[in-house]
């Protein structure tokens, strides 16, 4: 069982927007910056967001991350079907180990 | 090119040892700690533990402890990750990936437990 609760699935029509939650507690999430990863199958995760809403170079703006207390939230904006993928949030807890949410699987209907 | 290079897949008999390797290029290997995470077919995430390649301090998860061992040999910019007491439910996809935000990862090492 993961520390971190996401959704198993969500999905959204190509052009709307798309949330995933990220439920977590104050060892983790709440004294921690949160991260996110999307993983196509049979690839690695990429980096979508790190410390809670930050983006690397080469991520559009259509993601964009927020933290609010013990969860975080994930969105996309302009859904494309190249974004159906699994879609993780990781952070840190008070032990030093990292955890993540079990995954969440977006679909574009 | 800055990357992840890790070492090519493995099969391997239950009670073996397994010892995964990850090249980095493209930036300085002491800048940043590794991280280990691993993946099951069909499921999510799991993080084994990390590496500080300056010091070789590391820090387990509590399921791999007197299982893991991880190391490094800067000279050549390389992070190793050995198992041991292998058994069918370690077969997965063993992931290095660099740093406090996990901002890079290598391409995964499928290892494959199996009499």
């Known amino acids: ?109 | 090119q800055v990357q992840l290079v890790q070492s090519g897949a493995e099969v391997k008999k239950p009670g073996a040892s397994v010892k995964v390797s990850c090249k980095a290029s493209g930036y300085t290997f002491t800048r940043y700690d590794i991280n280990w995470v691993r993946q099951a077919t069909g499921q999510g995430l799991e993080w084994m533990g990390w590496l500080n390649p300056v010091s070789g301090k590391t820090g387990y998860a509590q399921k791999f402890q007197g299982r893991v061992t991880m190391t490094r040999n800067t000279s050549i910019s390389t992070a190793y990750m050995e198992l041991s007491s292998l058994r069918s439910e370690d077969t997965a996809v063993y992931y290095c990936a660099r740093g406090l935000s996990i901002d890079l990862w290598g391409r995964g090492t499928l290892v494959t437990v199996s009499s």
């Open chain 1, 1 to 109: 069982q993961s520390v971190l609760t996401q959704p198993p699935s969500v999905s959204a029509a190509p052009g709307q927007k798309v949330t995933i939650s990220c439920s977590g507690s104050s060892s983790n999430i709440g004294n921690n910056y949160v991260s996110w990863y999307q993983q196509f199958p049979g690839t690695a995760p990429k980096l979508l967001i790190y410390e809670n809403n930050k983006r690397p170079s080469g991520i559009p703006d259509r993601f964009s991350g927020s933290k609010s207390g013990t969860s975080a939230t994930l969105g996309i904006t302009g859904l494309q079907t190249a974004d159906e993928a699994d879609y993780y949030c990781g952070t840190w807890d008070s032990s030093l180990s990292a955890v993540f949410g079990r995954g969440t699987k977006l679909t574009v209907l």
